[in-house]
């Protein structure tokens, strides 16, 4: 369920609202009343905002979700509005208005979102569950020491590889850069590409690169850390992908869909632990799973750990039942935290208690991915908003394409960045 995903609905069954009163769910736009009760006795009716997953069944799901919580909470209509298309973008626009959402979704945490008045703290939602949740669920929603959100699914994102392939050639599973970008060169053929990170040719590797060698996106006062000598060294080296023209681009799908691995039109691809079912389905055991490697030898693995956070919007009249509603679903209801997690793709529940005992994270490549993300996982920081990570990637891409001088290239995206995050900052 990655961020990216967010403009695809390949199995949506509808765009739109639907409203659950008193464990029923209404036609779209039914009885709802436009100072905020229904026509069914709810006093409250919360709109909830979700993306449009691409995961069979998860819209269904929320709407079950929904439905037990007004069982439980009569007073409380829920009005389920699931948004297709540029979701960040809607949301952002909506959230300037008076049509706003009351309780809403986003995928990496945005501090300036925070910093903006437009998500409320949420400490009271967890309260004694606090510490059940994982270290990096809750750091990355911590704003100046409040809990802003509460992290729904940690997506885990890594590269996959076909074991067949691998051994026919002889390769080893790379895990220096050089050996990924030498596995790379050896499974090009005329017809095939070796590696698919994404239908730009750069993905998640450029950010991959800078952790892989020691190197850090944003320091934690806010200070842009991606124009170190260590960060300069792996970007430039991602050149090497697209000298030797091994990376698969422009796929009919990008980096997120399993389709150009599990069809055979690469060896190896960057994708997230969302989408192994369909890979188990397609392969059998005839793939694995491995972290982006080290730059060099002695430096750092690295797994993407991004997912879903809900959040509460501070400028709800309603803030006190979205809270409720937030508290019952994400905090309370472990059967259905477990059952967001695994049964539409596979995900890994935040709460460290509902992780333990999730049955398909338990054996096999799901647990190994898992495991990797403890290991080496890193999250992009609250401040690495669209206008941040653009700037960044673009230098990248730039650098990659051998378009300019890669050491001036970094440092105006890091001009470009530092100013950016000064501004969410306000300083």
């Known amino acids: 369920m990655s961020t ?11 765009t739109g609202s639907l409203l659950v009163t008193a464990g029923t769910v209404l036609a779209a736009g039914c009885g709802t009343d436009p100072m905020g009760g229904s026509s069914t006795g709810a006093k409250t009716t919360l709109d909830v905002w979700y993306h449009a997953y691409g995961e ?7 709407l079950r979700y929904a439905t ?3 069982k439980a909470n009569p007073d409380t209509a829920v009005k389920v509005t699931w948004v297709p298309g540029d979701y960040a973008g809607k949301l952002n626009a909506t959230l300037l208005t008076d049509a706003a959402p009351d309780v809403f979704e986003i995928g990496d945490f945005s501090e300036a979102m925070v910093r903006r008045g437009q998500i409320a703290a949420l400490d009271d939602v967890y309260g004694t569950a606090r ?4 270290t990096t669920a809750v750091d990355s929603v911590t704003v100046d020491g409040k809990l802003c959100g509460v992290k729904m699914i940690d997506d885990v994102i890594m590269l996959y590889y076909r074991k067949s392939a691998l051994s026919k050639a002889g390769i080893t599973p790379p895990t220096t850069f050089d050996g990924l970008a030498a596995a790379a060169k050896a499974l090009t053929t005329d017809k095939n590409k070796g590696l698919f990170v994404g239908n730009d040719g750069i993905g998640d590797s450029a950010s991959n690169a800078v952790w892989s060698n020691g190197g850090d996106l944003v320091s934690p006062d806010g200070t842009v850390a991606f124009g170190s000598a260590r960060a300069l060294e792996a970007v430039t080296a991602l050149k090497r992908l697209h000298d030797d023209r091994s990376l698969l681009l422009g796929f009919t799908t990008d980096w997120w869909d399993p389709a150009a691995f599990t069809q055979g039109v690469v060896p190896m691809q960057w994708c997230g632990l969302w989408a192994m079912p369909v890979v188990q389905a397609a392969l059998g055991d005839d793939f694995g799973v491995l972290p982006w490697p080290a730059f060099k030898a002695g430096g750092t693995p690295v797994v993407r750990v991004g997912g879903w956070t809900c959040c509460v919007n501070a400028k709800s009249a309603k803030a006190a039942a979205a809270k409720r509603f937030v508290q019952w679903l994400w905090v309370e209801q472990a059967g ?17 208690s509902v992780a333990a005992s999730a049955r398909t994270l338990s054996a096999g490549a799901a647990k190994e991915a898992v495991s990797l993300a403890g290991k080496y996982g890193k999250h992009n920081p609250g401040t690495w908003d669209l206008a941040v990570s653009s700037a960044f990637n673009a230098s990248a891409a730039k650098i990659a394409g051998g378009q300019g001088d890669p050491a001036a290239l970094l440092a105006d995206a890091v001009k470009k960045a530092q100013n950016e995050i000064d501004k969410q900052l306000g300083r």
Do not use: I
């Open 56 to 62: 069979a069944g998860t819209q269904q799901a929320v």
């Open 4 to 14: 990216r995903r967010t403009e695809l609905s390949r199995r949506g069954f509808l």
């Open 68 to 70: 037990a919580f007004t």
């Open 336 to 352: 259905l935290q477990r059952d967001f997690a695994e049964s539409y793709g596979f995900h890994v529940p935040p709460r460290t």
């Open 131 to 134: 510490s059940d949740f994982n």
